[in-house]
């Protein structure tokens, strides 16, 4: 059964979350403060983790931060919980790492389907999943590893998702929508925004073999020499 840890302070938050979490097929265990977080991580690493931002000590942020600098956690999904709704909170959020925010209050069916659909993005591939290779970018799905002209490339879970994307769909023009929906699976307000951030992100992550991600104007982009 997949495991996912809620970090939120607010008991009754926490155990709403819990109980919904557990109806819907998931092993849901809640902790109040990033302490007691890491230290069940160290027994039983989730599968998922569901971060509130505001917390007492070191806020959501700073966890995931922590979680984002050790190599155990670096690709773990995590979603941001927060009363903090403007797009400015959500792409900060964002850029430090998170995989999804979701803004309080929510509803129950929400937080079910961003939970399941992030897990779905996040379940290892295919065996059969074949090594990407193009112009010295190599991405080999079954491990999720990038590399260019040999070199590791450190890339976050959705960055990773969205340059295999745009390889597997190489020098066809795909717009924003068409890769919001394919690597966020949702409709997300700052869709824009943050996808531009991601895109500039791998440029500059991929070096030389950044130039090959192109910019269709009034549509979106296009992955090729």
Do not use: C
């Amino acid at each position: 059964m997949p495991r996912v840890y809620i970090v939120e302070d607010d008991e009754p938050i926490r155990e709403f979350v819990e109980y919904a979490l557990r109806s819907a097929g998931w092993e849901a265990s809640g902790f109040e403060t990033g302490a007691d977080f890491f230290a069940a991580m160290e027994n039983a690493p989730p599968n998922l983790v569901l971060l509130d931002i505001m917390l007492p000590g070191d806020d959501g942020l700073a966890l995931l931060k922590q979680l984002r600098s050790t190599p155990q956690t670096k690709t773990l999904p995590v979603i941001l919980l927060s009363a903090k709704g403007s797009e400015v909170d959500k792409v900060k959020g964002l850029d430090m790492g998170a995989d999804d925010y979701i803004t309080k209050p929510f509803g129950v069916m929400e937080l079910i389907s961003r939970v399941n659909a992030l897990s779905r993005r996040a379940a290892p591939a295919e065996p059969e999943a074949g090594v990407l290779e193009y112009g010295g970018l190599l991405l080999n799905p079954a491990r999720r590893l990038a590399s260019v002209n040999g070199e590791a490339v450190s890339l976050t879970y959705k960055e990773y998702e969205l340059l295999h994307y745009l390889v597997l769909n190489k020098e066809l023009a795909l717009s924003r929508d068409k890769l919001m929906e394919a690597v966020w699976d949702y409709d997300f307000e700052g869709g824009s925004r943050t996808l531009d951030m991601h895109i500039g992100s791998l440029r500059q992550k991929l070096g030389a073999a950044g130039d090959y991600i192109k910019t269709i104007r009034s549509v979106g982009y296009m992955f090729g020499a």
